[in-house]
């Protein structure tokens, strides 16, 4: 019995992997439109440079790293991953959560954060974890969109006035940069960030399949350079790609390092999911699957410290350029981290020349692409409930992280569906169905049964509420309560109707149950609902039959 369980499990373990592996339409996709998604993956690549830079920096471990994690794990994701459109790497997100990780561990335990992560992702994606991805509401993933738009476009502030600045706390770098440059205008950085935005918008709206980015981000930094204008550029960038090796591990702190690493885990696939969903949202029939985009990241994070990078996740920011440009397929992504490699081999020094104002006019023309402002209204205007889960969700992207707006968001959300589900039950007092019995029975039983049907959830949302009004009746020897059309129970339903039962049976009323389903008889055992009857035979499997009792009770209370 146990060689045949292990084997059977071995076997579910085996097939579970097979199915996260590289399929052959992954590779079929990519020679469809290579062209574009060259181009595409050039122009994500742009983008990329400089946030990679500044992530890693962000994070601690200095720029070198951030660029290593833009070209290894970005690359192991394209392969691995389960969305044709994903593109990893370093995050604003992850880099405020390994800055104290850095401090407090160093390096090395930053290092052995990302491996243990990888195996967490690895081992979520072997169990299916990615499928409880659809539970998340549409209006947590529009405002978690919404936020992080928004969090893109304040990040961008700083460069596009000529006041480059990096830090977690966006609004008040944006604020601040803003303050700076009323005291002394600078036009030349802001006409850049502008015009480059400009371009782009109005290329979406007339030749959408153009890679205006590109262009315009070139045309950008010839003018900056021709005509030596001051403004701020990339600089220089780390050249050489290290050899791999595995990091030192501090195995005196590996169980402290298990809470950071299941903090970077859990973020990691939250910022992956939701972004292959905003990039299925973004495009025309694009299907991501979530548990094979798990198994991409876990491989991702696993390679990346071994050349010296940090943990990745996948990024909405270049995901999203890499959608606007007109990627079709993952060889983007994998286009995007061969052009990184490149410019660490070749052309570092041509790259420094990029003014940072460019590359946020790009950022901040796909915020604006990001956000579908027809899906905002509909969501505002549907319910009530919709719209502050909205709202809440995006405020708490901007203001507090992405793990705890999608908790709030969730959180609220949950609170509406439970309102909602609880007034669906309703308890209704129901005429008695008496058969051929007399006209004097008949009158009997009214004056002296009342039968209630319970329809809807009984559950701890819903069970005080409308199992009050039963409690409440008088003037009465028996109370039928009709359960068949009770849908769902749980513990607090359960003790709430014995406790009722229980009053009622205290104020000398007897009470029957009819019609209880076979899968909440246990709960209602376990829960001791029964032992308040006055007798063990007051359960009845059919309404008739109980009524047919509470006559004959009736019948001889009252002779």
Request: hydrophobic fraction near 55%; aromatic fraction near 4%.
């Amino acid at each position: 019995m146990t060689v045949n369980w292990v084997g059977s499990a071995t076997h579910e373990i085996s097939t579970r992997a097979r199915a996260l592996l590289p399929t052959r339409s992954d590779y079929t996709a990519m020679r469809r439109n290579p062209k574009r998604d060259v181009l595409a993956g050039i122009t994500v690549a742009i983008v990329a440079l400089p946030l990679a830079l500044a992530f890693g920096l962000t994070s601690g471990m200095g720029a070198g790293p951030g660029l290593i994690t833009a070209i290894v794990a970005g690359l192991f994701a394209a392969f691995f991953g389960g969305s044709n459109l994903q593109v990893s790497g370093p995050t604003g997100a992850m880099a405020v959560v390994l800055l104290p990780i850095v401090a407090i561990y160093g390096p090395s335990g930053v290092l052995v954060v990302g491996l243990i992560a990888g195996l967490m992702l690895i081992g979520l994606a072997l169990a299916g974890a990615g499928r409880y991805m659809r539970f998340i509401p549409l209006p947590v993933v529009e405002g978690f969109t919404l936020g992080i738009a928004i969090i893109i476009a304040l990040q961008q502030v700083p460069s596009a006035l000529g006041y480059p600045g990096v830090g977690d706390k966006v609004v008040l770098i944006a604020l601040s940069s803003i303050q700076q440059w009323l005291a002394d205008p600078d036009l030349a950085p802001v006409l850049i960030a502008f015009g480059v935005a400009a371009c782009m918008l109005l290329a979406l709206r007339f030749r959408p399949g153009l890679p205006v980015s590109l262009v315009a981000v070139a045309v950008a930094t010839i003018l900056v350079v021709v005509t030596d204008l001051d403004v701020a550029t990339i600089g220089a960038i780390p050249t050489g790609l290290p050899t791999p090796s595995i990091p030192a591990i501090p195995w005196g702190q590996i169980s402290a390092l298990l809470l950071p690493a299941a903090a970077v885990a859990a973020l990691a696939a939250l910022e992956s999911l939701l972004s292959a969903t905003v990039a299925d949202a973004m495009s025309v029939g694009e299907r991501h699957n979530s548990n094979r985009e798990l198994f991409g990241q876990g491989i991702a994070n696993l390679a990346s410290p071994l050349f010296g990078g940090i943990p990745a996740t996948a990024a909405i920011a270049r995901t999203a350029v890499n959608v606007r440009t007109g990627a079709r397929s993952r060889l983007a992504a994998i286009t995007q981290s061969l052009a990184l490699l490149l410019v660490i081999l070749v052309a570092a020094q041509w790259v420094s020349y990029i003014p940072l104002a460019a590359l946020a006019g790009v950022l901040l023309a796909t915020t604006v692409q990001m956000v579908e402002v027809s899906n905002l209204r509909t969501l505002l205007r549907t319910t009530r409930g919709d719209a502050i889960v909205l709202i809440a969700t995006a405020l708490a992207t901007v203001v507090l992280d992405l793990v705890t707006a999608v908790i709030i968001g969730l959180v609220i959300a949950g609170l509406y569906a439970l309102r909602q589900i609880a007034k669906s039950a309703h308890v209704d007092e129901i005429p008695l169905d008496t058969g051929d019995h007399s006209a004097a029975e008949l009158a009997l039983l009214n004056e002296h049964v009342v039968a209630f049907r319970l329809d809807g959830p009984l559950f701890f949302g819903a069970a005080h509420t409308f199992l009050l009004e039963v409690a409440e009746v008088s003037d009465v020897r028996v109370v039928i309560l009709r359960l068949s059309r009770v849908n769902t129970l749980d513990a607090t339903g359960a003790a709430v109707l014995g406790q009722t039962i229980k009053t009622l049976e205290g104020r000398g009323i007897t009470v029957l149950l009819s019609g209880i389903k076979a899968d909440h008889v246990s709960i209602f055992q376990n829960m001791g609902v029964y032992k308040h009857l006055s007798h063990e035979k007051h359960v009845f499997e059919s309404t008739p039959a109980a009524i047919e009792h509470a006559r004959s009770h009736v019948h001889k209370t009252h002779d």
